[in-house]
C-alpha cells in the first residue's frame, strides 16, 4: 500500500511538473510573439516616419522647382544659365528622394535597416545639396 501511495505521489508530482513547463513554455511562447509585433510596429512607425520626412523634402523641392521655372523667364541670359543648371540639379536631387521613397515604401524587416541607413544617408546628403542650391538661387538675385 505504501509503494502504491508512494508511485501515486511521484506520478501527481511528475504531471503537475509537466503542467507547469507547458504554462511557462507558452507564457514564453506569447512574450516572444508580443515582443515581435512591438518590434514590427516600431519598423512600420520608423518607416513611415522616414517616408514622411523624404516626401516633405520633395515637396520642398518641388516647390523650389516653381520658383526657379518663373525666375528663369525674368532673369538676364546668365543668370538663365545658372539657373537652368540649378533647375536641373534640383530635378536630379528629387530624383534621388523618389527612389528612396520607394526603397522604404518597399523594405522589409529583413531590409529595413540597411534600407534605414541609405535613407538616411540620402536624405541628409539632399538636404545639403538642396539648401545649397537654395543659397546659389538666392544669389543670382541680389
Known sequence: MKKI??????????VMFTQCNRTDQ?????????SLEETQEDIEKEREKMAQDLR??????????EKV???????????????EQ???????ERSKLDKTIDDVDNATEETW???????????EDVKRE?????SKIEEAFD
Not at 69 to 83: E, G, Q, V
Not at 86 to 92: A, K
Not at 113 to 123: H, L, P, Q, R, S
Open 5 to 14: 501511495l508512494s508511485l501515486v505521489i511521484v506520478m501527481m508530482s511528475l
Open 26 to 34: 507558452r507564457t514564453s511562447d506569447n512574450s516572444i510573439e508580443e
Open 56 to 65: 516633405d523634402l520633395r515637396n520642398d523641392i518641388d516647390r523650389k522647382l
Open 69 to 83: 521655372s518663373d525666375d528663369i523667364s525674368k532673369a538676364s541670359d546668365d543668370a538663365k544659365k545658372n539657373l
Open 86 to 92: 540649378t533647375h536641373e540639379q534640383l530635378i536630379d
Open 113 to 123: 535597416k540597411d534600407v534605414k541607413e541609405g535613407a538616411k544617408n540620402t536624405f
Open 130 to 134: 538642396f539648401q545649397e542650391l537654395s
